[in-house]
């Protein structure tokens, strides 16, 4: 085999791996949210509740705020014990899933289980309640 395609085939395996291994909290959640409404599925759930504790991640370990928005929005902020923003992530990757019906914005404080409650409306899977 080439020792250039060698190589670029090790450059491209190390940087998915990297790409991987350092995502942010938002995307973690989603993740998460992913996984429960695909239990939801295989177990024909009518209701499902997800735990996720960001400092799980390392990436999350004080105080934190996440929003979920009816447009499809989730945005985590990292906080010290200060109060003051660290770190921020946002994606939008969990609304192929769910559906928000309404606006969550929760202050929790350092880790804590955010506790996301899943119910299927119509067919569609949506966020019931956060706490």
Same mark, same amino acid.
């Given at each position: 085999m080439n020792l250039r395609l060698v $190589?670029? #085939?090790g450059l491209l395996a190390t940087? #998915?791996?990297l790409t991987g291994c350092f995502t942010d909290a938002a995307t973690r959640l989603a993740y998460d949210i992913e996984s429960g409404v695909n239990r939801m599925n295989r177990?024909?759930?009518a209701r499902h509740s997800i735990r996720h504790t960001p400092a799980e991640s390392s990436e999350c370990a004080g105080p934190? /705020?996440?929003q979920f928005d009816k447009v499809g929005a989730l945005i985590v902020w990292c906080k010290d014990t200060a109060g003051n923003i660290? %770190?921020?992530g946002s994606t939008s990757y969990h609304a192929r899933f769910i559906d928000t019906p309404t606006i969550y914005i929760l202050d929790k404080p350092a880790g804590s289980i955010l /506790?996301?409650?899943l119910e $299927? $409306? %119509?067919g569609r899977v949506v966020v019931a309640d956060v706490h």
């Open positions: $190589r670029g #085939l940087v #998915l791996f177990q024909n759930e934190y /705020t996440v660290v %770190a921020s /506790t996301i409650d $299927r $409306r %119509a």
